[in-house]
């Protein structure tokens, strides 16, 4: 059985699309996901760009989202 990534790396400007198309506010959506506004504002930004996965489920389900639209894309391997 394959394990979980350590982290998952996600596309800010993904999580921020969908975050303001379900009307959601930035502190509304940290508090739901348990964690800072200043964390999410940086994945946001891209200066952070890395999640555990708790986190990243947690943002998920705050989000109301159960795909992973979120991710960044992975590079083909060849």
């Known amino acids: 059985m394959e394990r979980p990534p350590a982290t998952y790396q996600v596309n800010g400007a ?3 699309r969908t975050r303001m198309r379900q009307g959601l506010g930035i ?11 200043s ?4 994945l946001e930004t891209g200066v952070r760009q890395r999640m ?3 986190t990243y489920a947690a943002l998920r389900t705050a989000l109301g989202i159960d795909d992973d ?7 083909e391997k060849r």
């Open 14 to 16: 993904e999580l921020r």
């Open 39 to 42: 964390y999410l504002q940086r």
């Open 69 to 75: 639209r979120l991710l960044a894309e992975k590079p």
């Open 52 to 54: 555990r996965p708790g």
């Open 27 to 37: 502190q509304e959506t940290a508090t739901a996901a348990g964690i800072d506004r």
